[in-house]
């Protein structure tokens, strides 16, 4: 499935407007940069089709909508106060009949069967008050695949009125935890970045731990632990296929792709101590990073490849670290109190995010890359393990409660720290990794 979704060919044609341009002064934006951001009212009825179409179009809606409200940024307001309807998406709505429910925005779109049993898409993007079109574009895939047509419609309305691209046409690889507490079986499991169409990638036989992935590829990197030492693995989702990153005779440990996806830098074990390492994927050979009688593990890249962040307790307890990506001298950025772990740098080149633990808990936060304007997003008993959107504006992570009954689950916070949001999983779901977006 996921293969056929990989190669499908998206035929994005722009619609032409209905209306003349407003004054840029006019068009509706959100200024996602503010401390408070209040979220954008938007009407979002159902895709209008006919027959099977409509029902899909009702669908088609419904995940656009839950898209944006995730997001904390949309206010999508309720279809019962809607005082009109959508005939023809590519009429020029009343705009008095939506400002009249104060709504700022407004998508309207079409569903109708293609070629060959395909399946044909269109909307439309309005500024209520300005009484003018922002956007619109056609999309042209097979009936299967409706969910992705919708999560690009989400990214294309996110990036219009934000100026950010939108994360909705992404995946998550998770760690699923299914069973008693004392004997977990861990599966590395896919599914869209809003919990649906979950995969299992492996059948539960070996422990899995720290799937990573690619940033130029629909592939994944992940440590098993099977009957020998832990090995580091290499994933290819479409195809299945998994061949050995190396063969190590020590432990490995938290496995990364470099931003051009050709290396893989990682941690290795030897008598006590962990050193990182980096590895070319082609072929290129292995590189010893750090030579420190300390364990210096979880390193990741900056988006620019000149840079890595990871974390060591060379100083006495666990802080996080910054040094050139070919090693050498490194520049401890982490001051506050409490021990810091799992940084991961943003794409962004921003930010780099971070679990601290301090008196017994533990917080998801974010500092610079000198390691100043440090800012806790969310904490509680046992948070751990950021991962970030691809547009570098939201963090997914798990938490645990805690209790005999407890177990992890993933959990989405964005810059400001006031949208955190729950992610839906079958079990209990662990070190997630976000994908970059689908092509």
Same mark, same amino acid.
């Given at each position: 499935m996921l293969e056929k979704i990989r190669n499908i060919v998206f035929a994005l044609t722009a619609v032409a407007s209905l209306a003349a341009a407003a004054p840029a002064s006019a068009e509706i934006t959100i200024n996602i940069n503010g401390g408070n951001v209040q979220p954008l009212?938007?009407?979002i009825p159902d895709f209008v089709g006919q027959g099977p179409a409509a029902a899909m179009g009702q669908q088609i809606a419904g995940v656009?909508?839950?898209?944006?409200? *995730?997001?904390?940024?949309?206010? +999508?307001?309720?279809?019962?106060?809607?005082?009109? *309807?959508?005939t023809d998406p590519?009429?020029?709505?009343?705009?008095?009949?939506w400002r009249t429910i104060n709504a700022q925005a407004l998508v309207s779109g079409g569903i109708s069967a293609g070629a060959n049993g395909g399946l044909q898409a269109d909307f439309r993007l309005w500024d209520v008050f300005g009484s003018t079109q922002l956007t619109g574009q056609q999309f042209s895939t097979t009936p299967d695949n409706w969910r992705r047509i919708a999560h690009i419609i989400a990214d294309a309305i996110y990036q219009r009125l934000t100026g950010e691209s939108g994360y909705f046409d992404t995946r998550i690889v998770f760690v699923d935890e299914s069973g008693p507490k004392g004997n977990r079986v861990k599966r590395l499991a896919i599914m869209d970045q809003d919990g649906a169409n979950v995969r299992y990638l492996t059948n539960g036989k070996d422990l899995v731990l720290t799937p990573r992935f690619s940033p130029t590829s629909q592939q994944v990197t992940y440590m098993s632990f099977g009957v020998a030492d832990p090995r580091v693995y290499l994933l290819d989702i479409g195809s299945g296929s998994r061949q050995l990153v190396g063969n190590f005779p020590n432990m490995t440990f938290s496995p990364r792709f470099s931003p051009d996806g050709g290396r893989v830098v990682m941690s290795l074990e030897d008598n006590g101590n962990a050193n990182i390492y980096s590895m070319g994927l082609g072929g290129g050979g292995v590189t010893r990073l750090?030579?420190?009688?300390?364990?210096?593990?979880?390193?990741?890249?900056?988006?620019?490849?000149?840079?890595? +962040?990871?974390?060591?307790? *060379?100083?006495?307890?666990?802080q996080l670290y910054v040094m050139s990506a070919g090693g050498g001298g490194a520049q401890r950025i982490s001051f506050g109190q409490g021990r810091y772990s799992t940084p991961v740098w943003s794409p962004r080149g921003?930010?780099?995010?971070?679990?601290?633990?301090?008196?017994?808990?533990?917080?998801?936060? +974010?500092?610079k890359p000198d390691g100043s304007g440090e800012r806790i997003l969310t904490e509680g008993f046992h948070n751990e393990g950021p991962t970030w959107a691809p547009n570098g504006r939201v963090i997914m992570f798990f938490r645990d409660s805690g209790g005999e009954s407890g177990g992890p689950q993933l959990w989405s916070v964005d810059l400001t720290g006031r949208n955190e949001q729950r992610v839906p999983t079958p079990n209990f779901a662990s070190d997630p990794a976000w994908s970059p977006l689908l092509k």
């Open positions: 009212p938007i009407a656009i909508a839950a898209d944006l409200q *995730r997001s904390g940024l949309f206010n +999508v307001l309720d279809k019962a106060s809607y005082i009109d *309807r959508i590519n009429a020029m709505p009343n705009f008095q009949s750090t030579d420190t009688q300390a364990i210096d593990t979880s390193p990741s890249y900056s988006p620019d490849g000149s840079q890595i +962040v990871f974390e060591s307790d *060379r100083g006495g307890n666990q921003d930010l780099i995010a971070f679990t601290k633990q301090i008196g017994g808990r533990f917080a998801i936060g +974010v500092m």
